[in-house]
């Protein structure tokens, strides 16, 4: 038998905010991990639907017993969320002095991910972060996802992709699957050969929403609104708090003597990027149109708790394209 192969880490914490994108990475580092040997040999898999039914003595057990017959363990434990603090205590002791033969991969889900335990397999292996981001992160992360999958998408069908696929790119992985299965290992798909492909259109993020008030961009804004309608998990008073937490920042800006990304990052406490975004959109408005937008919510929240007889999705059609024609003017 081979030596263990000394690049592989003690622990490996996989976590992300889609489970469908962790689960992905998961079983690509778990296959990873075993190589050409038995999975059956190899790996060992712990988890439990709730923390009382979890032994994390059983994974302790595993981690430290020695490899038979294989050259490592892998030991694999699901939603590590669920893990108590006095779970979370063992987890941390034993990686003070992992077992070198054995290879801990931890998945994130089950509820809110310990700091301690996150700080500990941080120290002692790595940490796959399958967290898409936004803006420019989010471009980058398709780009990247796109350049390593089974086929290539000319710029029209990769444009097209990312607008269709939205805050759900735990689809991508099965999407470039199937048009590898359609069209050959290596096939350059245009936007015609991938459109029979794509499905429902995915989730939206908050942010793409108001980018494209912001934009002024009314049919685009029109379409993001219905698609954020369609989702069941979605509702209008939610979508009219999302639209005024973006307004209100704006109004905060407003006159607050903001002359940097950095300054408008600690008025809002947010992050560097979207206060960029939101100062620069404070500018362009100006005093006036932002207060015109603060009483458009206004109206249109009294709309939707009962002062008219209009549908809700109405109601936020005829505020989106009023707000769109507001950033049209302070542009």
Known sequence: MAAVDSAVRPVYLVKGDDPSLVAQAAHRLVATLVGDGDPSLVVEEHGAPSADDLDIGAVIDACTTPSFLVDRRVVVLRDVGRVDTA??????????????????????????????????????????????????????????????????????????????????????????????????????????QLEPFLGEAGSVAPWDLTDAVDAGDTAKALDLLHRTLGDPRSHTLAVIASLHRHVQQLLRLDGSGATSQEDAAQILGIHAFPAKKALAQSRRLGTERIARAVRLLADADLDLRGATALPGEVVLEVLVARLCQLARRGR
């Open 87 to 192: 779970g979370v205590r063992r987890l941390v002791a034993y990686l003070d002095d992992p077992l070198p033969s054995t290879a801990l991969v931890l998945v994130a889900g089950g509820g809110r991910l310990s700091p301690v335990l996150s700080k500990a397999a941080g120290a002692a292996g790595e940490v796959v972060d399958t967290a898409v981001g936004t803006g420019r992160a989010r471009s980058q992360w398709l780009t990247e996802h796109l350049r390593g999958g089974p086929v290539r998408l000319n710029g029209a069908a990769a444009a097209r992709l990312s607008d269709h696929l939205g805050g759900d790119m735990g689809r991508l992985s099965g999407l470039l699957e199937t048009l590898a299965a359609a069209y050959g290992n290596g096939a350059t798909v245009t936007v015609e």
